[in-house]
């Protein structure tokens, strides 16, 4: 007796790939959902509920999603699905008071810039008018002057740490050192510059170079910490394969290792003086407060922007609308000019990156 088998008729792939994979709930139900927590917000909001209140029903709206696969696809996915709108919600929150300083910021201070705001001082100015011109270059000196003292003594003491103290007692004891003074408040800062200079030009004294170096205080371990991570970064096999060639280890480290790590060592030092850039308690003590352009950090007070902004606010005159709008447009120009320092330390980071990491 002979059997036939009779041809079986091949399942469609996409049947196979549901075997496969199990259920899975239609291509587009995310973004439906995600549709449909939007209209619930903007319909909360229109009906004058609340802002927070509009946000919070879309929110919950959203878990419609996990809901919605643990009914369909099973508790695995559900839970992937939750985790995956946990993460996203802990992002958006972290953005709000991003968002909602840079709003303020620039809705108070875009209508302040002017030509006259930018290019004049605060000298014989009482009421309306004046500008942060004496400010903007008082920053710009003193950040520049904590910087030109900062970097050379951090980066020293990071190829210190890296190509020389390695498995040191002292190396061990200088990165306990650094780690502690990253935690130093500010306001020590500006009392050790204080009393540095009480010692040579007594009491009272108010100097920009002073600013500089408080600012220098917290700046130079922020320059350690980064140019020491990126300097340990720099594969051995490099300084290995240089010193094959008979190179001393300083050409090594100079011709080698800082080419390699020149990017992360520039933005980290961009980093450190964005730190320090919006620092008021140390420059109110020892640099002062001026309504007159002052190039000279050796001699006089020299106006912040930080500190321009705090007595604007603190003691704003009558009327005091000016003299807070002028606060506000001061904020908006120590913001830019953080957001241009970060700009160019992404493009150095860019330009001077391995080609395979750009």
């Known amino acids: 007796m002979t059997t036939t088998l009779e041809p079986q008729t091949p399942r469609p792939a996409r049947d196979v790939a549901t075997s496969l994979r199990g259920r899975t709930l239609p291509k587009g139900a995310p973004r439906i959902v995600i ?31 996990p809901i919605w696969s643990a009914a369909v696809e099973g508790r695995r996915k559900a ?92 190396a061990r004891w200088i990165r306990f050192l650094v780690d502690v003074m990253t935690g130093i408040p500010s306001i020590v800062a500006g009392l050790f510059a204080y009393a540095l200079f009480v010692l040579f030009f007594g009491e009272g004294v108010r100097m920009g170079i002073g600013g500089s170096v408080a600012l220098s205080v917290l700046m130079i371990p922020v320059v350690v910490r980064s140019c020491e991570e990126m300097l340990k970064l720099v594969p051995h096999e490099l300084r290995e394969a240089a010193y094959a060639l008979g190179v001393p280890k300083w050409r090594t480290i100079v011709k080698v290792v800082l080419p390699t790590a020149l990017a992360g060592i520039v933005t980290g030092i961009t980093l450190a003086i964005a730190r ?29 922007l930080p500190v321009f902004a705090y007595t604007s606010i603190r003691s704003p005159g009558v009327p005091p609308e000016f003299s807070i709008d002028r606060a506000w447009g001061a904020a908006l120009m120590l913001l830019i000019i953080v957001m241009v320092l970060n700009l160019i330390a992404r493009l150095v980071s860019h330009f001077y990156s391995p080609k395979g990491e750009r």
């Not at 308690?281 to 001699?299: K, R």
């Open 35 to 65: 549709g449909v927590a939007l209209s619930v917000t903007l319909l909360t909001w229109l009906a004058d509920l609340g802002a927070v209140r509009a946000v919070l029903l879309g929110w919950l709206v959203l878990w419609a999603v």
């Open 276 to 304: 320090v850039i919006g620092e008021t308690a140390p420059l109110l003590i020892i640099a002062g407060m001026t309504d007159s352009v002052n190039f000279n950090l050796f001699e006089g007070r020299v106006a912040t």
């Open 79 to 170: 839970t992937d699905r939750l985790v995956t709108l946990l993460v996203y919600s802990a992002f958006a929150l972290a953005l709000v008071p991003l968002v909602s300083i840079i709003w303020t910021v620039l809705s108070r201070g875009v209508p302040v810039l002017s030509a006259e705001f930018l290019t004049y001082s605060m000298r014989n100015v009482v009421g309306e008018g004046g500008g942060v011109y004496h400010a903007t270059m008082g920053t710009l000196t003193i950040t520049g002057a904590a910087a030109v003292i900062s970097i050379p003594i951090g980066l020293f003491t990071a190829i210190w740490l890296v190509e020389y103290g390695e498995g040191k007692q002292m």
